[in-house]
């Protein structure tokens, strides 16, 4: 059972031009959603994060969009810049003692020059 | 670089066999998670610790336990091995155990043979 869903496995964008990562969830008691960020042969590198009573936040070229009635969160990055290429983690906080990430399976995004 | 140091980055052991991987956090954080990545998959939640105390527990196997040191450093400590073990084990850490922001490691490589 997904919790946590990136349907797109893979993106390709054109340098300038936005990307937009989608990423569903399924489970209304999360509270607080993350993006993560991954190069090849490195761990997970953290991007941006969102508080459920919140529907947007942004940071420079990063904005995260949530929409809790469609339980859906996007991520906006403008301009995409061809360093940007790498796997996107959306990840979600539970909101009981146990505090875990659930992660989406990665949208591996391109960005070409 | 994060500074969370995983040790190996890479493992090759045969079936039936006993492992350890260790983890030291970034300097200051208390809180200590392992993570699972398994081929196109995302990131399986297996254990959390905070200051030395297990605080939740994810889908982690039986075959497979943990512990958090007093000087904070982590092991995960996987035995009777089999073939679909193989997967990417990453260590994260935070300040606090609310888990809004993990600082990931650069993960070890475990390869089942």
């Known amino acids: 059972d997904q919790q946590v869903k990136q349907n797109s496995p893979s993106l390709s964008v054109q340098e300038g031009r936005i990307s937009i990562l989608n990423c569903d969830y399924t489970n209304s008691m999360f509270d607080y959603f993350l993006w993560y960020k991954k190069y090849p042969a490195e761990g997970p590198t953290f991007l941006i994060s969102i508080s459920s009573i919140k529907d947007k936040n942004e940071d420079g070229r990063f904005t995260v969009f949530l929409n809790k009635s469609a339980k859906h969160l996007s991520l906006h990055i403008v301009p995409s810049q061809p360093g940007d290429s790498a796997v996107y983690f959306c990840a979600a906080r539970g909101s009981g003692s146990a505090r875990q990430l659930t992660f989406g399976s990665g949208t591996q995004l391109t960005v070409l020059p | 670089d994060s500074g969370v140091t995983q040790t190996p980055k890479h493992l090759i052991t045969a079936t039936g066999q006993r492992v350890t991987l260790r983890c030291s956090p970034r300097?200051?954080?208390?809180?200590v998670y392992w993570y699972q990545q398994s081929l196109d998959q995302g990131l399986q939640f297996l254990i959390q610790?905070?200051?030395?105390?297990?605080?939740a527990k994810g889908n982690i196997l039986e075959r497979f336990s943990a512990q958090q040191f007093p000087d904070l450093h982590s092991e995960l400590n996987l035995s009777s091995l089999e073939l679909g073990d193989s997967a990417l084990y990453f260590c994260?850490?935070?300040?606090?155990?609310?888990?809004?922001?993990?600082?990931f490691g650069q993960g070890t490589r475990l390869t089942v043979v």
């Open positions: 994260a850490s935070s300040r606090l155990p609310e888990n809004t922001e993990a600082f």
């Open positions: 610790y905070y200051n030395g105390e297990e605080r």
């Open positions: 300097s200051g954080d208390l809180s």
